[in-house]
């Protein structure tokens, strides 16, 4: 942008005269109509450039919410890997402790040779989380 803008000031293209007047009677320039004679001679002359401006800063939105992530990731001393598997870990513990449950409302006396007490908040403990 400011490399358009610099070559627009160094063309004085704020100046230049084109066909046609304005509402209130003066001729056409970038200066008094900078909406459409403006968007047009700067598409023209400089498309290429206004196209990397409009990638960069869709890039740079995507970047920006990617950043953002991994502050919150860095924040809560978590890595990406344990940010995906810590979901299937909490599923699967979730499940066991769901058919845990249903098993011993049907059959009280019978645990299969499994442990009677299983201390769930401590295998769901990060060994690495200080």
């Known amino acids: 942008a400011y490399a358009v803008w610099r070559d627009l000031r160094d063309r004085d293209a704020w100046n230049i005269v084109f066909e046609g007047y304005t509402k ?40 920006m919410f990617f ?8 924040a809560t001393n978590v890595t990406t890997n344990e940010e995906f598997k810590w979901d299937v870990v909490r599923d699967s513990v979730e499940m066991t402790k ?6 011993d409302d ?8 499994a442990p009677a007490d299983i201390d769930w908040d401590e295998i769901m403990k990060n060994k690495y989380d200080r």
């Open 67 to 74: 950043l953002a992530y991994h502050i919150r990731l860095a």
């Open 24 to 63: 209130r009677g003066e001729r056409r320039t970038i200066g008094n109509d900078p909406f459409d004679i403006g968007r047009r001679f700067i598409m023209y002359h400089y498309g290429a450039a206004v196209l990397l401006g409009v990638f960069c800063a869709v890039i740079g939105v995507g970047l």
């Open 106 to 113: 049907t059959d009280a006396n019978d645990n299969d040779g």
């Open 98 to 103: 769901n058919s845990k449950a249903k098993v």
